[in-house]
């Protein structure tokens, strides 16, 4: 797990979208993952992930309190989070500013309707040049058709970790883009899905909000968090 808390990215918000906008400009290809405590989890449990998320070329940004906790473990200070709903946020505003394309790919056909309506009203500047909802079929095909269209920006809403393999997988096709893998963003921003409210937000507990009010992720929270826990403390043993 230190490996990739080592990796994380360790400035401030701030400093990460200013770097997002010098790669947006310069069309420098980039690819940013948004950990969880699952998501370190699963690198550890999945020899290809491993590799995804040690590569060179990506970027791990602490999407989750518990990868800022963790990292405290290993004596690394992360001053904040960068969250996929953020993020995806900045990444709108930024095409919106530069005239950029984006592809969106991902979530239900009904959410995806209303970040195209979202994007038509209050981004009006951002070029869309694809969307797709996440439930057809052939998901290689859809790659194909972005590979055609080179967007500046694509953003892919599948889950953790379909959606982070099937853009390493694609990468190499690629010449220019940011790739971002943004789980549930989508839901939240088209309005579908609420975010907690603010006090959990202010007090770290978002990931609380969300798991006690979806029981299907509470076998998720047990692979993820208190397996997580367990293998932090018993590297930071080791390392002694
Ligand atoms: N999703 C999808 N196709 C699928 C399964 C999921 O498009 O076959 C979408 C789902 O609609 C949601 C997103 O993937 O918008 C991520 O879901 P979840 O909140 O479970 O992801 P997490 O961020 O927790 O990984």
């Known amino acids: 797990m230190k490996e990739y808390i080592e990796k994380t990215y360790r400035k401030g918000k701030d400093e990460f979208y200013s770097e997002i906008e010098e790669k947006l400009k310069d069309e420098k290809k980039t690819f940013v993952i948004t950990a969880n405590p699952e998501i370190l989890t699963y690198g550890k449990k999945d020899k290809q992930f491993d590799k995804i998320l040690l590569d060179k070329e990506t970027i791990i940004v602490p999407d ?11 004596g690394i200070d992360i001053p904040e989070r960068i969250t996929g709903v953020e993020l995806t946020q900045q990444l709108m505003k930024l095409c919106d ?35 797709q909802n996440g439930y057809v079929e052939d998901k290689q095909a859809v790659m194909e058709d972005i590979k055609a269209k080179c967007p500046d920006v694509v953003l892919v809403a599948l889950g953790v970790p379909r959606q982070e393999k099937l853009i390493y997988d694609n990468l190499n096709g690629f010449n220019k883009g940011i790739f971002v893998g943004i789980g549930g963003s989508f839901d939240v921003i088209s309005g579908t899905k609420k975010r907690a409210p603010k006090l959990f937000i202010k007090l770290n507990l978002e990931w609380l909000y ?9 076998k998720r929270f047990y692979e993820g968090n208190i397996k997580y826990i367990f293998k932090l403390k018993k590297e930071v043993k080791n390392n002694k």
């Not at 989750?64 to 405290?72: L, M, P, S």
């Open 64 to 74: 989750g309190i518990g990868v800022i906790k963790g990292a405290k473990m290993f």
């Open 97 to 131: 500013k530069y005239k950029k394309s984006m592809y969106l790919f991902g979530a239900t056909a009904e959410v995806m309707g209303k970040m195209k309506t979202l994007i038509e009203q209050k981004y009006s500047g951002i070029q869309l040049l694809g969307t």
């Open 210 to 218: 969300r798991i006690a009010f979806s029981p299907a992720r509470w």
